[in-house]
């Protein structure tokens, strides 16, 4: 996952507070995993002088992957933060992962965000998932550009990728993407590849070279000035495209020279309303170098191209009863709204809050109100509480570092909030807000854990409660009707870490078991039954017969019970005890252990004793009754069907029409979505999506998306019910 690093000699020491809004520029890295986004953040540390390269080797820590899972795993599974300053700008830096299990931590980098990097690799090229990301930043015009990494593999080429962004993000206009900067190559090497030893900047036509391990500024030779003029007028172009000057066009086609202020000055504009997207490279800084290829161009684009908060609306706030508040400014004097965006335990301090203050200022050891976020069918509570805020501090790798204050536009973490969770809302106590809730996606893996031995049943719950509390994008199920214990995930390498945060964090062992769908039982067929208990072993005896016919009925009619005794055969005060007995055995179910459904069941005769008949006696024979029934007619069993809508680019709707039917499922219908997608509707058993989620990625190539809900439960195959029934009851 790139370079380690570390903090450099007083890192923990306090940070410097930002003053103001226009001080601050929050920025996002998105792309895929391996794409070299943690690497670019550690190069622009170390370009920052935010961290010394003696202090990297001393610890060997990392700024941004610094969990122990990451460290295993090799990758990013967590939205970390890394302030650096350039210019007497504070930038943070938000690193996400670029797997899609974790996009949740994706999705709340982009919340905390003023503007993206999109990190692309020479080497691999734009995936689908991607593309996604930059639709979705695009809906919301948040600004956007472009960095070209990998330079130094041996296929890299720059010139190729620039083409194949333009193609994937420029849609109707793909001069909007376009370099501020060309590769500078060295000399061939023996094994034929050549070296990026700098950049060429098109606007400045000025060489930055970095092969002396920090960058040295020169004129072009002739040879490298012949290299700039088809880019840098193609650039010009498309810097004047979107100029608010609209003479600017007219005179530059009629000869005239742009100003390169001007230019400077049109694109800073252009990005930052999002308009337009430069395109730079970047490689990492080699041995002993102080800079990095192009950290320094990002620096500056960064600090001078991108908006400050109070340039970017703040998300609709009301009041926690949801009445609408005129729209807040990023204004430090205004009254608080902050949002938690991330929550995450730390073993020494407790739970940590990644904080994003929209508006007014936060303080330590101030009592805030806590307003919930709306997720109370995932297993997160609502919150309505007042908290009393710990200590503020800013990230730099494992260390905390103390914050006076947090103003409006900043990001801070707060120390020992124990209600507040990832999407909640702190304001004023006086004034209570709530901050609308960004989209998170739905979690469509599921899998039942239990206690790996009696010890970590008592700490199960708890664990569990924690674990949810930092992920919005994980729901917890106590499913009554199978007992199980559910983590619902987003994947495969979620559930992993899942897990493995229990057991690290949490001390929980747990074991994955198969999850079970909730079936149901039902009878095909009319048929009778005649319940006999009857025991006489000294002392008080038992007597009960009952005798009662079962019917079929209509889906969702539940059990119905019917009295249709005549002649007190059955006393009218054990008539409610068969039904008990009855409607128990239902619930254990009579074929399979599933519980009994869309059933009447009539009463129809029996017989009592004065002496031995009692309400347990009754009970036992409506449950037997009820079986021998069951043993005398054809028992179904009845699976849940889901509804679900599949959307995937068109170029995959053949394939996943195909799967669907191979999973028994009905296509109901197709309609056209956004961006050359179309959503396929279909009925299908739930027992054969409950991996759905990891294979519509694998054959949609990681860009299908699905949404379920529960629509009926229908008959099953007898092939599969039969199988089933088998098993249960191999098992006993």
Known sequence: ????????????????????????????LVGRGGAGKTTLVEALAQASGAVSRAGRVEEGGCLSDYDEIEHRQQRSVQLSL????????????????????????????????DAALFVVSAADG???????????????????????????????????????????????????????????????????????????????????????????????????????????NRLIEGIIAESEDETLMDRYLGGEECDTATLVADLKKAVARGAFHPVLAAAPAAAGARQGLGTLELLELVTRGFPTPEERAIPTVTTPEGAPRPPLACDPDGPLAAEVVKTSSDPYVGRISLVRVFSGTLRPDETVHVSGHGLADRGHEDHDVDERVGALSTPFGRRQRPLARAVAGDLACVAKLARAETGDTLSAKADPLLVEPWTMPEPLLPVAVEAHGKADEDRLSQGLARLVAEDPTMRLEQN?????????????????????????????????????????????????????????????????????????????????????????????????????????????????????????????????????????????????????????????????????????????????????????????????????????????????????????????????????????????????????????????
């Not at 994937?168 to 030893?197: I, K, S």
């Not at 964090?505 to 039982?521: I, T």
Request: aromatic fraction near 6%; include cysteine.
């Open 126 to 232: 734009v995936d689908g998932a991607t593309r996604l990301v930059w639709e979705e930043c695009a809906a919301v015009g948040m600004p956007r550009a472009l960095v070209v990494t990998h330079l130094e593999a041996a296929r890299a080429d720059f010139d190729e990728m620039t083409a194949r962004c333009r193609t994937a993000f420029g849609g109707d206009d793909p001069d909007a993407v376009l370099p501020l900067y060309l590769p500078l190559y060295g000399r061939e090497g023996a094994d034929g590849h050549r070296p990026v030893d700098g950049l060429i900047g098109l606007l400045s036509r000025r060489v930055y070279d970095y092969t002396g391990g920090a960058r040295r500024e020169r004129a072009p030779d002739p040879g490298e000035s012949a290299l700039i003029e088809e880019a840098r």
């Open 82 to 113: 890394v302030p650096v300053e350039w210019g007497g700008v504070r930038v943070n830096l938000l690193d996400t992962p670029g797997y899609a299990d974790f996009v949740g931590e994706l999705r709340a980098g982009l919340r905390a965000a």
């Open 480 to 732: 009554p009707h199978t007992h199980q214990v559910v983590l619902w995930c987003l994947g495969e390498a979620h559930v992993n870490v899942a897990l493995e945060r229990l057991r690290g964090r949490y001390g929980v062992r747990v074991d994955a078991v198969p999850h079970r769908v909730a079936l149901r039982e039902t009878f095909a067929e009319r048929a009778a039954g005649r319940g006999r208990h009857v025991k006489q072993s000294g002392g008080h005896g038992q007597f009960a017969i009952c005798e009662i016919e079962v019917e079929p009925l209509p889906g969702g009619s539940g059990v119905e019970f019917v009295d249709k005794v005549v002649g007190g055969s059955v006393p009218r005060q054990f008539v409610p005890s068969v039904e008990k007995g009855v409607r128990a055995q239902a619930a254990r179910g009579v074929a399979a252990g599933y519980p009994l459904e869309d059933v009447r069941v009539t009463l129809l005769d029996g017989k009592a004793h004065s002496v031995d008949s009692s309400d347990a006696a009754f009970q036992t024979a409506g449950a037997l009754a009820l079986r021998e029934c069951a043993a005398r007619a054809r028992v179904r069993l009845l699976e849940p069907v889901a509804e679900i809508g599949v959307t995937v680019a068109d170029a995959y709707v053949g394939h996943v029409m195909s799967d669907l039917s191979g999973r028994r499922g009905r296509v109901v219908g197709t309609e056209q979505a956004a961006g050359g997608s179309t959503r396929v509707r279909a009925e299908i058993p739930e027992i054969e999506i409950s991996r759905y989620a990891v294979e519509l990625r694998s054959l949609s190539h990681g860009i299908g998306r699905f949404s379920r809900a529960y629509a009926r439960h229908e008959p099953m195959p007898e092939r599969l019910a039969e199988r089933i029934r088998a098993e249960a009851g191999a098992k006993g």
């Open 1 to 28: 996952m790139g370079d380690k690093a570390s903090t450099h000699p007083g890192a923990a020491g306090r940070a410097p507070a930002a003053d103001r809004p226009g001080s601050l520029r929050n920025v996002v």
